[in-house]
């Protein structure tokens, strides 16, 4: 990836500018967010990163600027940097070292902050290591990433200001946009300046060696800021006596601040355009700021940034002695992996045929049950309507299992009738039944509502009711009762009773329940009946008397 945004976030407001790290860095796009367009952007923190990047977004769109990954840079006053000496470890224990150092330096806590550092180089003596260490706080970082992602940019860097800086200064003396000093070797210093006030650098041989923050204030004045400028120059001399400043370079295009700077301060002053040869349409009183988004993208263009808190140094694991049978033995199994992907690829190519196959039956069975989809509702309405009735004929079946097989119960009747569904369409249940009985033991019927009541998945309120006594022609102990229950649709398969019983003979049920009249006994006194004579034969003639 060669196309980079560099956001610089100043106190003043944010310069971006976008362009190709690919060998040298080429600027292709400025663009400033600055009071001059109408506000300013808040302060960077953790209530205003969103609407920061939602806005710069709007901006970076709006200028033409296509999405990358980004380059942060912030200020040198939100950042601490500690300068530390140290024994010479290997290489893979030293970030553990400095982080531990650092540490016993710092009043906060490790999981407070993000630490990285950059070896320094510069008058190291034998035995003795050199680094610098820069923290910045964990909620300034999570600020940048929330920014970041609000504007839609993959953060790719973040970084001081003063390494970005110093990267463009070195940038500038490679084109010439600038005298570079005679040696590299030689201490050089950088001034930006802002509204809202600036930093000062020291470079040397590319690293940045001494780097203090000008307060606001301090640029309002000409005397407060050469004042400003000369107690930073005696602190460096102070500190590194040995490698005296021999120029001052301030990032502007107009070359105020140096003419004043030059006549002041006694030394070599030069004014350098961080935009040189690029994006002309850039204000002269903005092209200056632009000095730490230039700076990012000659950074990463020369290489990866000596900070970077969004990939900091970690310590690294030292390499097994074994490393190279571990080499081997990788190989093997890259080989073993590959027979095993190339056996793997003419499965997966049957499988994909197979697949392939079953697709297509697929497709036919869709289709197949799409033509078939008026048959299935029709066949649903049919299934609905018979739900709505009862197997009048299964329920006669299994009323009849219910009875004793003992006898002593009569069935007179055995009415079913459906149930019509209401006005809105609703239907508990779908069918009564009532029979009736005569009996002289009413505890058969009761065998016959409890075994109803049990089966309440499909009868609801089985009951009974007496209808009628004896009659003077019937025995007194017969009772005539009222067996009835409401019925639920249940399918054919749900009907399960298997009643083995003799249908009784037609002609003589039901039982005649005829009333028994008691057999007369004689009297034991009374004379038996005399018997009737035989009237007396006529002599003859009688007859002519008759006549």
């Known amino acids: 990836m060669s196309k980079f945004i560099a ?36 302060v960077l923190s953790a209530e205003t990163a969103k609407r920061i990047g939602e806005q710069l ?11 990358a990954p980004a380059l942060v840079s912030v200020g040198r006053g939100r950042v601490i940097l500690k300068e530390l000496r140290y024994p010479a470890v290997p290489p893979a224990e030293e970030p553990a070292v400095v982080k531990f150092q650092a540490m016993k330096e710092l009043s906060d806590s490790a999981d ?66 600038v005298q570079p000093p005679e040696s590299p070797a030689d201490a050089v210093a950088t001034l930006v300046l802002g509204s809202a006030g600036g930093e000062f650098t020291v470079v040397r041989n590319g690293e940045v060696t001494f780097t203090r923050d000008v307060p606001g ?16 120059l005696t602190v460096y001399a102070g500190a590194a006596p040995g490698h005296p400043i021999q120029a001052l370079y301030v990032s502007e295009s107009a070359g105020g601040w140096a003419s004043r700077l030059r006549a002041a301060l006694g030394l070599p002053v030069s004014a350098y355009d961080p935009l040189n040869g690029s994006v002309p349409d ?27 808190f969004a990939a900091p140094r970690q310590p690294k694991s030292e390499k097994d002695p074994k490393q190279t049978k571990l080499l081997v033995g990788a190989l093997a199994a890259l080989l073993l992996v590959a027979a095993g992907a190339a056996f793997g690829y003419f499965t997966l190519d049957a499988a994909d045929d197979k697949i392939a196959q079953l697709q297509k ?4 069975f869709e289709d197949q049950l799409k033509d078939r989809e008026p048959d299935a509702k029709r066949l649903a309405a049919v299934r609905q309507w018979k739900a709505r009735g009862f197997n009048m004929l299964d329920e006669m079946y299994d009323m009849t299992d219910r009875f004793p097989s003992a006898g002593g119960l009569v069935a007179e009747s055995f009415e079913a009738k459906v149930i019509a569904p209401d006005q809105k ?73 298997t009643p083995s019983f003799a249908p009784p003979d037609r002609k003589k049920y039901p039982p005649k329940w005829v ?32 006549q």
């Open 7 to 42: 956001i610089d976030l100043a106190p003043e407001g944010i310069f971006v500018v976008a362009g190709n790290t690919r060998g040298a860095a080429k600027i292709e796009q400025a663009v400033s967010w600055t009071d001059a367009d109408g506000e300013a952007p808040p």
């Open 57 to 67: 977004r709007d901006k970076l769109r709006a200028a033409g600027v296509a999405p």
């Open 112 to 177: 407070d902050v993000v630490l990285d550092y950059t070896p320094l180089s510069n008058g190291t003596p034998e035995g003795e290591r050199r680094s610098m260490a820069v923290v910045v706080r964990k909620e300034l970082f999570a600020a940048v990433q929330q920014m970041c992602a609000a504007a839609g940019l993959k953060l790719a860097a973040v970084t001081p200001r003063p390494y970005a800086v110093a990267a463009g200064l070195v940038r500038a003396f490679a084109s010439r946009a």
């Open 217 to 232: 204030p301090v640029v309002t004045s000409e005397p407060m800021l050469i004042g400003e400028v000369r107690r930073n």
């Open 282 to 308: 850039v204000a002269e009183t903005l092209r200056g700021r632009f000095a730490g988004a230039v700076g990012l993208l000659a950074a990463k263009a020369a290489g990866e940034l000596p900070i970077n």
């Open 361 to 364: 039956q697929k497709t036919d």
């Open 425 to 497: 369409g609703n239907q508990p249940n779908q069918g009564q039944i009532e029979v009736k009985l005569e009996t002289r033991n009413h505890e058969l019927v009761d065998g016959v509502v409890f075994s109803l009541q049990r089966e309440m998945k499909y009868y609801v309120g089985a009951d009974k009711k007496i209808i009628g006594q004896a009659s003077a022609t019937r025995d007194p102990s017969l009772k005539d009762y009222t067996v009835f229950t409401f019925v639920k649709n249940r399918p054919p398969s749900e009907f399960t009773r």
């Open 515 to 546: 009333k028994e009249e008691p057999k007369k006994e004689p009297e034991p006194d009374a004379a038996p009946a005399a018997p009737e004579l035989a009237p007396p034969p006529k002599a003859k003639g009688d007859d002519n008397d008759d």
